[in-house]
């Protein structure tokens, strides 16, 4: 079966602290994806990045970063320089990749950024 | 940009009523599918849509909900007696093609049942 865990319910830091929100998967398959989205205040979800399991290379977008390590079944998103507009909740989702799809949903991160 | 729209942004309905809740998918998609999620809990995976049939459902999904693409531009998912349980947040969302490829999600339709 497959599973996401984001054991940290709830963080909160002060603004231009780094946060690392961790997500650890369950997957029975060799072939996955897994993904990050994030749920502002006001309640849509927008897309962050996916990432195949065959690739493991780290990757950095400006004030974010994710580190996928396969050997520990983690995929964790760092926000370097958190701000306020970072606010909001975060999950981690994975997908099979021949189930057309659907996305597998972790219970989320709440996170504040604090000024 | 194109996006996935959704209307109402907010439905309030009685138990046992049925809803039926709209969503227009970004044109030359072909995937289409239904997530819902509780206040404060995680998003919950209802159903896929691809080429007018059902690919796959969850355990969420019974007899009480149906979906349909009745034009080529609506996607919609209708409950047919409404549960308390049923408040939740509805997420539509769309991919170009077959596979876990980004999904674009809409703003959601807020269902209030009473």
């Known amino acids: 079966a497959q599973k996401v865990t984001q054991a940290q319910t709830e963080i909160s830091v002060v603004e231009k602290e780094d946060v690392t929100l961790d997500c650890v998967y369950e997957?029975?398959?060799?072939?996955?994806?897994l993904f990050w989205y994030k749920q502002p205040p006001s309640g849509e979800l927008v897309f962050l990045i996916r990432?195949?399991?065959?690739?493991?290379q780290n990757e950095i977008s400006g004030r974010y970063s994710w580190n996928f390590q396969k050997s520990t079944s983690s995929f964790n998103f760092t926000i370097t320089a958190s701000q306020v507009v970072d606010s909001a909740v975060y999950f981690c989702?994975?997908?099979?990749?021949?189930?057309?799809?659907?996305?597998?949903f972790g219970q989320g991160t709440e996170l504040s950024v604090k000024p | 940009e194109p996006e996935v729209t959704q209307t109402p942004s907010h439905q309030v309905t009685q138990m046992g009523q049925e809803v039926i809740l709209r969503c227009v998918p970004i044109?030359?998609?072909?995937?289409f599918y239904w997530y819902r999620q509780i206040l404060g809990q995680k998003v919950e995976f209802l159903v896929s849509?691809?080429?007018?049939?059902?690919?796959?459902k969850s355990e969420i999904f019974d007899d009480q909900f149906s979906v349909e693409r009745p034009d080529g531009s609506n996607f919609t998912l209708k409950i047919r007696s409404t549960k308390l349980e049923d408040s939740a947040m509805y997420f539509c969302?769309?991919?170009?093609?077959?596979?876990?490829?980004?999904?674009?999600f809409g703003p959601g339709t807020r269902l209030t049942v009473t």
């Open positions: 849509f691809y080429n007018n049939e059902i690919s796959e």
């Open positions: 990432r195949n399991s065959f690739d493991e």
């Open positions: 989702a994975l997908a099979q990749y021949n189930q057309g799809g659907k996305l597998i």
């Open positions: 044109s030359n998609h072909l995937y």
């Open positions: 969302a769309s991919n170009p093609e077959a596979g876990p490829y980004e999904q674009y």
């Open positions: 997957t029975r398959d060799t072939t996955y994806y």
